[in-house]
């Protein structure tokens, strides 16, 4: 039998100021990578975040970026080594720690934003910041792009793992994710979205605008959470998937 989970980004409002529909959300995914509050989010999105997610039974993970709220992560920082995965260790100590007062315990991290697309460039970068997360508690599950530097860090580290496909975003030859600047990047149609999902879990390869075909390890699917067809690209997804007799469910992880 086929199985998947399905992840989406959240807890990403701050303030009054409020990103996606978070609760929405937690109806159709399995798993939420929740913002620590250097990219997005604050304690107290954090802490709501996290009951919502335990009320629809929805595993819980740490989402760590680079220290920019106005840039929502996503632009590209320079930052040294060990300031780096001291504040990898900060966000990934803040979630656990708000999961733990809740009753609640997080299962999983993933990087955020343009932290996570550097990685999966560049495996040396990929570990530090994996090592700094592990270093807080070494029973992570480390959500990975698959077929990236950052999947080959995880197996060198020996940890346990999950390798993730974005519902919502094009693909490069290889296994990277099209700019968002670029025509055609994110993808908006949720029936288009929940095809493509079910053509790539059944190949068990990624499938590039180009049509390459990119054999991997599927764990995951992403549906991002701060778009406007975010809830209705989830529910497509899951729906679409669910149809082909693939098992949706919360993420486990793989070693090796």
């Not at 709220?69 to 996503?74: C, D």
């Amino acid at each position: 039998m086929t199985r998947v989970d399905i992840n989406a980004d959240m807890g990403e409002s701050f303030g009054p100021w409020n990103m996606g529909d978070d609760a929405s959300l937690l109806k159709t995914v399995t798993s939420a990578n929740i913002a620590c509050g250097s990219h997005a989010g604050d304690p107290d999105v954090m802490a709501a975040t996290m009951k919502l997610a335990m009320q629809n039974g929805v595993g819980i993970g740490a989402h760590p970026g680079f220290a920019d709220l106005q840039g929502f992560g996503r632009r590209r920082m320079t930052v040294p080594r060990a300031s780096l995965q001291n504040s990898v260790r900060f966000q990934v100590a803040a979630a656990i720690g708000m999961a733990k007062s809740l009753g609640g315990h997080v299962r999983h991290v993933k990087l955020h934003g343009a932290l996570g697309n550097m990685t999966s460039e560049d495996e040396s970068l990929a570990r530090d910041c994996y090592e700094a997360a592990l270093s807080v508690d070494p029973d992570l599950i480390v959500m990975v792009l698959c077929a990236t530097a950052q999947e080959a860090a995880v197996r060198d580290l020996g940890c346990a793992w999950a390798g993730e496909i974005f519902a919502d975003r094009a693909y490069n030859d290889d296994a990277t994710l099209v700019d968002r600047s670029k025509p055609g990047a994110v993808i908006h149609d949720a029936a288009e979205a929940g095809r493509r999902m079910v053509e790539m879990v059944q190949a068990g390869a990624i499938i590039t605008a180009s049509g390459k075909r990119i054999e991997t390890s599927i764990d995951t699917i992403c549906c991002h959470g701060d778009t406007p067809e975010a809830v209705e690209i989830a529910a497509s997804v899951r729906r679409t998937l669910e149809a082909e007799d693939i098992t949706v469910q919360t993420l486990e992880g793989r070693w090796g």
